[in-house]
């Protein structure tokens, strides 16, 4: 059973820093691409970063220069260190994986953790 639980989220003022985590199980962690997306209230899913198994990263315009992805394959987890975060990051936050980078919205998805920006 694939399981992805992201954890990290919270409350924070504009300016501050956050780091979700996503604990990856059942998968090959290291044979997926994995990505982080978000959803605002009203909005759609967009993404927000992605890591290919070559450590390859991808940015939306919106978090580049502030938001970097990593991954540790030894501990099956992918990271999402958010600084400068301003109140329109706030949303849903969701990890990702799947095997291909063009398939991501079609694998597995984690639950999710909330990110609030206070101004």
């Known amino acids: 059973q694939v399981q992805l639980v992201e954890s990290g989220g919270g409350l924070v003022q504009a300016g501050g820093s956050l780091r979700l985590s996503c604990a990856a199980s059942g998968i090959i962690f290291s044979t997926n691409v994995m990505g982080w997306y978000r959803q605002a209230p009203g909005k759609q899913r967009d993404m927000v970063a992605l890591?290919?198994?070559?450590?390859?990263?991808n940015y939306a315009d919106s978090v580049k220069g502030r938001f970097t992805i990593s991954r540790d394959n030894a501990k099956n987890t992918v990271y999402l260190q958010m600084n400068s975060l301003k109140p329109e990051d706030t949303a849903v936050y969701y990890c990702?994986?799947?095997?291909?980078?063009?398939?991501?919205?079609?694998?597995?998805w984690g639950q999710g953790t909330q990110v609030t920006v206070s101004s």
């Open positions: 890591i290919t198994t070559g450590g390859s990263t």
């Open positions: 990702a994986a799947s095997p291909h980078i063009l398939t991501m919205t079609r694998g597995y």
